[in-house]
């Protein structure tokens, strides 16, 4: 489906949450998520082609990818049709998923805010004789980007006993309350979760270290690297999967590109040595940690090294995820369809902003059921 909007002085695309294109031949300067008006287009004659183009069947999922394109500018935005689409005058597209008359399609990866400038500041200039190109085509699910931990590992049950065995160990060496060592790691834990896109801030090691020296100790190499090893020697004796983890991961090769993507643990070795241990070799296109992509999530840069390393589009890739804010956050922008798997710690998260996730789910059989409806 191709038409286009022309500019106008008044067109700021500034919208938060949502965009539009509209046939009136007007704006006001309140309409700031309307991207152009006089839209071309002919919904009696476009939409039923689109249809058939989406080659959509009742209750199916259908991803579409709305092109923009004036001049030598150009940008996406990825988001799902909506089939109770039918205004004559207006084409709204949403971040969200609320759906009326004139939502033309929901939980978009960008609002008008968020598309590239420089598509706008001509087309304001230009006024009506300016031209934005709008085409609007299917989108195919090709690959499957799995988190590891707590999405296809069991962890946080796991990490308790090998938390709980550190905390004994450095009792026993420091006479530390294990109690208060806990609390500590937890805490240097996920200040550099959350805060550091770097892979080396991941390792044990350093956690340890900074946890010490928080009560006036300074450890040597060796006793944080015996520490390190008592901690991991639990994980391996641990492990274990999440439940239908074998027979979904089985089922979605058949049609799917299945990858993994992880953040270091301070070391490949100590994620590889699970991955084999639970037998996930043969699954997996590839399986690639924040050690080899030199940066941990949510940064783009991990998940364009996968992108590029195996020539993919992310609007064809599906993030399945437990940690929303690191799994979801960054590929949702990218264009990539995203599903919450609400699993171990992060699972519980409530600060989690909805308008990234398009699916979420308690069991990996469930990404079964979501790929079923975008075929
Ligand atoms: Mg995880």
New binding site residues.
């Given amino acids: 489906m191709k038409f286009h909007v022309t500019g106008h002085e008044n067109l700021k695309a500034t919208h938060k949450s949502t965009l539009e294109f509209t046939k009136e031949d007007f704006l006001t300067k309140r309409g700031d998520c309307i991207l152009g008006i006089n839209a071309n287009v002919d919904f009696e004659t476009d939409l039923p082609k689109l249809k058939k183009a989406l080659d959509l069947r009742v209750r199916k999922l259908r991803k579409i990818e709305i092109k923009l394109k004036h001049g030598s500018h150009k940008d996406s935005v990825f988001a799902y049709y909506h089939s109770g689409f039918k205004h004559k005058e207006a084409m709204v597209i949403r971040k969200s998923d609320f759906l009326d008359s004139r939502t033309f399609a929901y939980k978009a990866n960008k609002s008008a805010k968020e598309l590239k400038r420089e598509l706008f500041e001509d087309l304001q200039k230009k006024g009506e004789k300016g031209k934005l190109h709008v085409d609007v085509s299917p989108v195919k699910i090709k690959n499957i980007i799995f988190?590891?931990?707590?999405?296809i590992e069991e962890?946080t049950e796991s990490q308790k006993h090998m938390e709980d065995d550190l905390a004994e160990a450095v009792h026993k060496r420091y006479k530390i309350p294990k109690t208060k060592f806990f609390k500590k790691f937890k805490e240097i834990m996920h200040h550099y979760i959350l805060h550091t896109r770097n892979p080396k801030k991941y390792g044990r090691g350093l956690w340890i270290r900074e946890s010490l020296r928080d009560f006036d100790i300074e450890p040597t190499r060796k006793e944080v690297n015996e520490l390190v090893e008592i901690y991991w020697k639990k994980c391996n004796y641990f492990i274990r999967l999440e439940k239908h983890v074998i027979p979904t991961l089985k089922k979605l090769k058949e049609k799917y590109n299945l990858f993994i993507l992880s953040d270091s643990d301070g070391g490949k070795q100590y994620k590889t040595m699970r991955v084999h241990k639970l037998g996930l070799e043969p699954y997996f296109k590839d399986i690639l940690t924040s050690d080899d992509t030199k940066a941990n999530k949510p940064s783009p840069d991990g998940f364009n090294f996968l992108l590029k390393k195996h020539k993919l589009k992310a609007q064809e890739c599906i993030a399945v995820?437990?940690?929303a804010q690191t799994?979801l956050y960054t590929p949702k922008k990218l264009g990539m369809s995203t599903v919450w798997i609400k699993q171990g710690h992060?699972g519980q998260d409530k600060s989690v902003d909805y308008n990234y996730i398009d699916f979420e789910i308690n069991d990996i059989k469930s990404v079964l059921t979501i790929v079923k409806k975008f075929e």
Avoid: A, E, S
């Avoid at 988190?147 to 999405?151: A, E, G, K, N, Q």
């Fill in positions: 988190d590891f931990d707590d999405t962890w995820g437990d940690h799994d992060w």
